[in-house]
Structure formats: C-alpha cells, structure tokens
C-alpha cells in the first residue's frame, strides 16, 4: 500500500484539489483509495459527496485512539473511494497532539491498523497549509511527499524557506525509523505568462541542486477553468474534462500524467469514455 501527502506550507496551493483528483483517478483505475482529511478546515471532506448522511467518525477517532476502524471511514457516492473527513472544526486535535510524545508518529501507526492495510491500496492525506504537529504527523505517515509550487515568486520562496526547513526539521525522525518520504514537487496552476515559464524553470534549476532531496515533476498542472468547474460540480476533474481542443491539455490527460509519474506501475492503465460509462451506470 502506498501513502501519500500532500504538503505545503503555503496556503491555497492547491493541495485539496490535487489530493480530491489524484484520489479520485487512482479510484477510477480500480485501486481502493482511502483519502484522509488532516486539515482542521475539512475542504476535502466536503469536495465529494459522501455515501452517508453523516459520518459517524473520523480524524479525531484516528488521532486519539491512534488507530483506524471502519466507523472512522466514509464512503463517498464515488466507487472505490473512501474518507476519513476531518471533524474538528474548533481545531482541538494540533493541540492535543501537542501533549503526547508520540506525537509526529500517531497517524502513522493508526495507518498500520488492519482495516486499511487490508481493504485499501493507496491512502492519501491533504494537510493544511502551516505548520504544526498535524502536519508533522501527516509528513511523517506518508511513503511520498507531494507538494504543489505556483510558479508565483512568492510561492517559490515560501517552498524553498518554509518546505525545505520544515522536512529539515522532521529529519531526524529518520533516526528513529520513519524514513521521511522523498518529496515530489509538481508546477502548480501554471499560466501562460513569460513571468510563470521563467519562474518555472526558476524553480527546477534550485531543486535540482538540493542533491535528489526534491524531484520536480516533467508533469506541469496549468491554470485551468476545469479545475475549480470540476470542484462546483464535486466531480472529479477527470471525468469533467475528457477532451480538449487547443493547446493546453485536457485535465483528463495531465491528471493521468501526474499518477503515471507518481505510481510508474500505473503506466498505461486509462480510464476512457468507455469505462467511465460503465462506472457512471
Ligand atoms: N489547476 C487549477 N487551475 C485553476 N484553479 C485551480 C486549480 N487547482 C485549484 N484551483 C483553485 O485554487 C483554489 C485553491 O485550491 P485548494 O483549495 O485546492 O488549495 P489548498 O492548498 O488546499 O488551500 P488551503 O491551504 O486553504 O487548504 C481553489 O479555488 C481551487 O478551485
Ligand atoms: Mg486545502
């Protein structure tokens, strides 16, 4: 099983709308997702529509009890998709957690319960865009870390300062056996601009220099109307643009681009008009 978070310590990135896309993707390939919702703002868990009227348990349970069980997942109206949405909005968790000393690893070890190990194939987390010890422990459950830059100066200087100290920081976790995943950052919602082009390749030119720390993917998300279009709808992005004449590829084909980077052992597997209708019937 893979698990991946989504990270940034900028906010609005767009790490829910990459997180609710990949997850749905990888959920219309046939894998079994589980998406986690680890913001204290629970965006993600209300991106989809959920199956159930009301959840009947979710992050809090996983944290406190330091374990998942099935009354802390939802099912979305989605085949293969699951949630544990995010349920405390007054924002008690960071603080709680704050307090234990287990602190950066709670999540990781309630993703070891049998529940997911069992029934899913790829767990993915979106986290809020700061810092604090949810992040941590959501940084610190993942095999892969995945973080959206915009090609906007502001938010190329905030992830070279603000992601690179803050998996600096959690280094040292590695001594303890938690092996911080290798972070992925993908060119996010990148315009046409001369100004976005040359922060871009700004931005591959610094990575590539950290010694293999960060990999920039080939796969670059543009500025697209389908994107937030998808997100009004709550449907996932690939099933929303399929085709797309123009220049700019359609949102169908980056997405499955970006999960073929991500996942290589996915390479090839498609999710066409045909199989979406048999889905959708
Ligand atoms: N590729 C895209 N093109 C255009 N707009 C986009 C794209 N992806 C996301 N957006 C829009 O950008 C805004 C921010 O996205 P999102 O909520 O996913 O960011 P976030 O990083 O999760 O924010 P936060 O830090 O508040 O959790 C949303 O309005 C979303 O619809
Ligand atoms: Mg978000």
Request: glycine content about 6%; overall charge neutral; charged content about 20%.
């Amino acid at each position: 099983m893979l698990k991946i978070t989504i990270t940034s310590t900028k906010g609005g990135v767009g790490k829910t709308t990459l997180t609710a896309n990949l997850g749905a993707l990888l959920a219309d390939m046939g894998l079994r997702v589980l998406l986690v919702d680890a913001d204290v703002q629970p965006s993600l868990s209300k991106y989809f529509p959920l199956a159930a009227e009301r959840p009947t348990a979710g992050l809090t349970e996983v944290i406190v009890r330091g374990q998942v069980t099935a009354t802390c997942i939802t099912p979305t109206v989605f085949p293969n998709l699951h949630i544990v949405v995010s349920d405390d909005p007054e924002g008690h968790l960071p603080n709680w957690l704050l307090g234990r000393i287990d602190r950066g690893f709670r999540l990781r070890f309630a993703l070891h319960s049998p529940v997911v190990a069992s029934n899913y194939d790829c767990v993915l987390i979106d986290t809020q865009g700061a810092i604090g010890p949810l992040q941590d422990a959501a940084l610190m459950a993942a095999d892969m870390l995945v973080s959206p830059i915009t090609p906007e100066i502001l938010s190329a200087r905030e992830f070279k300062h603000g992601t690179m100290e803050l998996l600096e920081r959690l280094e040292p976790a590695n001594a303890l056996g938690a092996t911080l995943g290798p972070v992925k950052a993908v060119i996010y919602r990148q315009d046409r601009s001369a100004d976005a082009r040359l922060i871009a390749s700004g931005i591959r030119e610094d990575l590539t220099r950290l010694d293999g720390r960060v990999s920039v993917l080939a796969t670059v998300v543009p500025h697209a109307k389908a994107y937030k279009e998808a997100a009004t709808l709550r449907i996932p992005v690939h099933r929303h643009e399929r085709r797309r004449d123009g220049v700019m590829p359609s949102a169908s084909t980056v997405m499955h681009h970006l999960v073929w980077e991500l996942i290589p052992s996915l390479k090839g597997v498609h999710v066409d008009a045909l199989q979406l209708q048999e889905l959708l019937s």
